[in-house]
């Protein structure tokens, strides 16, 4: 299996921050990675695919980029929305494997 | 607008069978084009993928789960379901269900989700 692996598992950010969140894959995989957010209780929501890809509706403050084994996901702006677990996920292998999640706080 | 609901068992004893449903409204399961997936999440923990059908009654089981899970279609119901067998605690999660995009010949971004369902498996 492809193991993600994301830094830093958690992260704590003042209103108007440049976020980034990093992944890393355990191997080549294109560009076949999906970016997630999650809040408390709620399902996974997907934002970027295609490691670039701005999924339909998300603000465009989301930017994905990388390709190969190394991925990022910056937030130009933080906004107090946007507090959330942040899973990568690669799809260039089966099975589908997801990295362990960042963790989000607002300072 | 798409929208997935799970249902089944919310409390499974050990070494028994798990089942759950996804009832999806808002498109048909037998469109072409997509998957359905099932992925658990256990308490506090991370996201694992569990196995997708695909609209033809393919199926793909993670291979950590492969010998347990059972995935199918019920097209009158336009619905899939899934069955883990021989549960035990570590079994224990919020199971979603989730449909997944063809893209590039993938069938990996899954961009609608199901609420979730937690299923506790004790005695």
């Known amino acids: 299996d492809i193991q993600m692996t994301q830094s830093p598992s958690s992260l704590s950010a003042s209103v108007g921050d440049r976020v980034t969140f990093t992944c890393q894959a355990s191997q080549d995989i294109n560009y076949y990675l999906n970016w997630y957010q999650q809040k408390p209780g709620k399902a996974p929501k997907l934002l970027i695919y295609?490691?670039?890809n701005l999924e339909t509706g998300v603000p465009s403050r989301f930017n994905g980029g990388g390709s190969g084994a190394d991925f990022t996901l910056t937030i130009s702006s933080l906004q107090p929305e946007d507090i959330a677990t942040y899973y990568c996920?690669?799809?260039?292998?089966?099975?589908?494997?997801f990295g362990q999640g960042t963790k989000l706080e607002i300072k | 607008q798409l929208q997935l609901q799970e249902s089944g068992s919310g409390l499974v004893k050990p070494s028994q069978t798990l089942s759950l449903t996804c009832a999806v409204s808002g498109d048909s399961i037998s469109s072409a084009g997509y998957s359905w997936s099932w992925i658990r999440q256990p308490p506090g923990q991370g996201l694992e993928w569990i196995a997708y059908?695909?609209?033809?009654?393919?199926?793909y089981y993670n291979p950590s789960l492969k010998s347990r899970v059972t995935m199918s279609l019920d097209r009158s119901k336009n619905q899939f379901s899934l069955k883990l067998s021989s549960v035990t605690a570590a079994d224990t999660a919020v199971y979603y269900c989730a449909r997944g995009r063809d893209y590039d010949d993938t069938l990996g971004i899954f961009d609608h989700w199901g609420l979730g369902a937690l299923v506790t498996v004790s005695s």
């Open positions: 996920q690669q799809y260039e292998n089966l099975p589908y494997t």
């Open positions: 295609d490691a670039s």
């Open positions: 059908i695909y609209h033809g009654g393919s199926t």
